[in-house]
């Protein structure tokens, strides 16, 4: 995402929280140069995932179903 320096002044709190929650960078614009504001850290993939539903019935059944028509054999 990359802003102008007049946005950044306006919401700058909320901006770094942004790029602190996310680990997206933000671009700021000014005299036609990029400068950008990175997280101090490198975001992981498993914490970019969004949570998705829930398991809709008893989840021990899925322990018990049988999986045998799904295996291929040796990994």
């Known amino acids: 995402m990359i802003i102008t320096a007049s946005k950044l002044r306006s919401n700058i709190y909320q901006i770094l929280d942004h790029v602190l929650k996310t680990g997206e960078s ?35 059944r899925l322990v018990h179903m049988d999986w045998s028509h799904e295996w291929k054999g040796d990994l």
């Open 26 to 60: 933000v671009g700021i614009s000014r005299h036609g140069k990029v400068i950008k504001i990175v997280p101090p850290f490198e975001p992981s993939k498993l914490g970019r995932i969004k949570k998705m539903g829930k398991i809709n019935g008893d989840p021990e």
